[in-house]
């Protein structure tokens, strides 16, 4: 072990890693200077610590653990539970990569608590009148695992609705929240009276339609971008004991977008305890940029102005994580604003295209690794300068995956040529975008695309160049990953 030095520490943690990254590791926590912590470092003996096991932490782990915590490698798959029993203290996963470690540790050791939201999102089904009730159940029930809190049907204009009734019954045996979104008032009446729970949208000429129902009437101004009758509208709706809804329209850019936010931001000062809604297609499907920005912002505005409604839609190819990012982005939003704190740093997911802090290690710090190297197993890793691929023998840096095909010498191994070739090629994506790239782990898009439900409480399953070599397809193993 070795010991690290902090003044009047609070609390003892022990770092597990292996022989590989136990010099990085050692730098880091020296790098922190004075800490509340003291810090001791165990080398478990093995070379890649994302490899040990639980048997082998058992094994070599001395006992009594003089710790208040322990920390294992970020990518370390055991069971947390059983270790902390055995060894009488919490063993706790740590950041995937050793850079990370400052910034981990600095939060405490927690992750960000995005568990919580005060936004519903009305995710809406814009040809609902053209389709059939059990397609229509069918997308209501995505949208709801996507997380849409209420179902919003956008019936079409000249176009009659005769499952309307029927459609609102099947979606409440479903037990989903229900919205009916049309311009003919027959129809909003018979929404009313099929048990729908929101009507978008109501203005002071006709709030008739909502009386004598337990449905909730979404407000707009007539014309829609008048304030006034918006406010009377709301006023009037107060007046008949009503719950209800104000949306005061947000337009897409260069057709009063600048204007409408200022409608919302007089709305709230005007009417300072209702429920506003705001619609945000306008934005996100009508400007050509990725909706995920776009989303946080819109959700921002609707954070500091207690917006608690969204209208969301998705029609554009470009848009299809809508959902998804609302639900981040309300997520997010809540996190910040209960921490009285800026929306960054909590990992939300909505930094999708570019990351935060893309390349853990830098050329120097990957020399150092590769300098340890007692094998042929190739390691990939990306820095500010390219990519690097090494092992004992090799250390090349090209700035394409096509450029290193020469030089690894796998002409006549077609599984191991194929997996160099995918993970180089995934590394020069994630070069050329400025993204986190780790070997044999899929680039981290956010929410931007569906992760791999993985399960950390046991090792991963063999790669498929180690089925290979099983079968006698290939001598060769794929190359072993160089993380701490």
Request: hydrophobic residues 40%; aromatic residues 6%.
């Amino acid at each position: 072990m070795a010991d690290g030095e902090g003044a009047a520490p609070r609390e003892r943690l022990l770092f597990v890693t292996g022989h590989l990254a136990y010099p990085r590791l050692r730098r880091v926590l020296e790098g922190l200077g004075e800490t509340p912590f003291s810090w001791t470092i165990f080398n478990a003996g093995v070379k890649v610590a994302a490899l040990m096991t639980d048997a082998i932490l058992l094994r070599r782990l001395p006992r009594p653990v003089e710790a208040d915590r322990i920390i294992l490698p970020g990518r370390f798959r055991g069971d947390l539970e059983k270790l902390s029993e055995a060894f009488g203290a919490p063993v706790l996963r740590g950041p995937d990569e050793v850079s990370d470690l400052p910034v981990y540790l600095g939060h405490g050791a927690r992750e960000p608590d995005l568990s919580g939201y005060d936004m519903r999102i009305f995710a809406e089904i814009v040809d609902a009148t053209a389709l059939s009730i059990d397609e229509i159940v069918a997308r209501a029930r995505s949208l709801s695992r996507k997380g849409a809190d209420v179902i919003d049907l956008g019936c079409l204009p000249d176009t009659e609705f005769p499952h309307l009734e029927a459609t609102v019954g099947a979606l409440k045996r479903e037990g989903l929240r229900v919205s009916v979104d049309s311009f003919n008032r027959t129809e909003l009446r018979r929404a009313a009276l099929a048990g729908a729970d929101f009507l978008l949208s109501l203005d002071e000429t006709c709030l008739e339609i909502a009386d004598a129902t337990a449905t909730t009437p979404i407000l707009v101004g007539s014309p829609v971008h008048d304030l006034d009758s918006l406010v009377r509208a709301a006023e009037k709706a107060r007046a008949r004991n009503m719950s209800f809804i104000i949306d005061p329209i947000l337009d897409p850019i260069h057709y009063g977008f600048a204007d409408s936010i200022v409608r919302y931001v007089e709305a709230r000062r005007r009417l300072p305890d209702v429920e506003i809604m705001m619609g945000t297609g306008n934005l996100t499907e009508l400007t050509e940029a990725d909706s995920g920005g776009v989303t946080a912002a819109l959700l921002g505005v609707c954070s500091e102005l207690k917006i608690r409604n969204m209208l969301t839609v998705h029609v554009s190819p470009h848009t299809r994580r809508t959902l998804e990012e609302h639900d981040a982005a309300r997520r997010l939003m809540f996190a910040a604003a209960a921490g009285d704190a800026l929306p960054k740093g909590f990992g939300a997911g909505l930094v999708q295209l570019h990351d935060m802090r893309p390349f853990p290690s830098n050329a120097q710090e990957i020399a150092d690794m590769a300098a340890d190297v007692r094998d042929q197993n190739y390691r990939i890793a990306v820095a500010e300068d390219g990519l690097h691929v090494y092992n004992k023998d090799v250390h090349h840096i090209e700035r394409d995956a096509f450029s290193f095909f020469p030089r690894l010498g796998v002409e006549t191994d077609g599984g191991h040529a194929f997996y160099l070739g995918a993970e180089l090629q995934k590394a020069e994506i994630a070069f050329a975008l400025g993204k986190r790239y780790m070997q044999d782990e899929p680039l981290d898009w956010g929410v931007g695309a569906d992760k791999a439900q993985e399960e950390r409480d046991r090792l991963r399953d063999a790669g498929h160049t180690l089925r290979q070599k099983e079968k006698g397809e290939s001598e060769k193993k794929p190359a072993e990953r160089g993380e701490p």
